[in-house]
């Protein structure tokens, strides 16, 4: 079993930046592609970016594309999500997941989710 923890989120100003932090427990984290998604009010949750199992292929969503950074390390079993030049509209709750695709490019199945962090963007 793979247990995730988020943290890092707050409350910024338009502009600013965030290091968002997924912890995972486990023994089978590195095997794992690993997964941020969002959700903001009112609105369908969606992918942001993606990892593959040993760093070497990311994805990112159009919308955060030169703003956002994926990164992880396997040695302390955590990912991370490096927001730089947030916007208002990235305001959402946002989950880190893993899934046992080797790559997961956008889209696949997903065994483990995080319980979310707030991050809310002002203008």
């Known amino acids: 079993q793979v247990q995730l923890g988020e943290s890092g989120g707050g409350l910024v100003q338009a502009g600013g930046s965030l290091r968002l932090s997924c912890a995972a427990s486990?023994?089978?984290?590195?095997?794992?592609?690993m997964v941020w998604f969002r959700q903001a009010p009112g609105k369908e949750r969606e992918f942001v970016a993606s990892?593959?199992?040993?760093?070497?292929?990311?994805d990112y969503a159009d919308s955060v594309k030169g703003r956002f950074t994926i990164s992880r390390d396997n040695a302390k079993n955590t990912v991370y999500l490096q927001m730089n030049s947030l916007k208002p509209e990235d305001t959402a709750v946002y989950y880190c997941?893993?899934?046992?695709?080797?790559?997961?490019?956008?889209?696949?199945?997903?065994?483990?989710w995080g319980q979310g962090t707030q991050v809310t963007v002002s203008s």
């Open positions: 997941a893993g899934s046992p695709s080797r790559d997961f490019s956008g889209s696949g199945p997903i065994n483990y």
């Open positions: 486990g023994r089978t984290f590195s095997s794992y592609s």
């Open positions: 990892i593959n199992w040993n760093g070497g292929t990311t």
